[in-house]
Nanobody
């Protein structure tokens, strides 16, 4: 059974930084892409960033491009989201997610993510 556990959320002032971690277990981590999503209060969930199983390719939503960096350490079965220059509009519950399909091709579109973590709150104060 796939399990994803996020950590690293918290309260930060605008302009600050946070790094989220997602520890995965239950299958061969290096065979699957990983993604980060977020859900701001009162809004729908949105795809923030994705990374190929090898780490060789990444995708970012326009709203975070140049400020957020997704990465992974396959030896540690962990994915990361480094968030810099945070803005109040980045306030949301952040979720890591994984596709159900090994070596799937839709990871960068934010679809077919079947496994989800419990979420971690990120609050950016102005």
């Amino acid at each position: 059974q796939v399990q994803l556990v996020e950590s690293g959320g918290g309260l930060v002032q605008a302009g600050g930084s946070l790094t989220l971690s997602c520890a995965a277990s239950g299958r061969t981590f290096s065979s699957y892409a990983m993604g980060w999503f977020r859900q701001p209060p009162g809004k729908e969930r949105e795809f923030v960033a994705g990374i190929l199983w090898s780490g060789g390719s990444t995708y970012y939503a326009d709203s975070v491009k140049g400020r957020f960096t997704i990465s992974r350490d396959n030896a540690k079965n962990t994915a990361y989201l480094q968030m810099n220059s945070l803005k109040p509009e980045d306030t949301a519950v952040y979720y890591c997610a994984a596709p159900g399909r090994e070596y799937g091709s839709s990871w960068y579109m934010g679809v077919d993510y079947d496994y989800w973590g419990q979420g971690t709150q990120v609050t950016v104060s102005s």
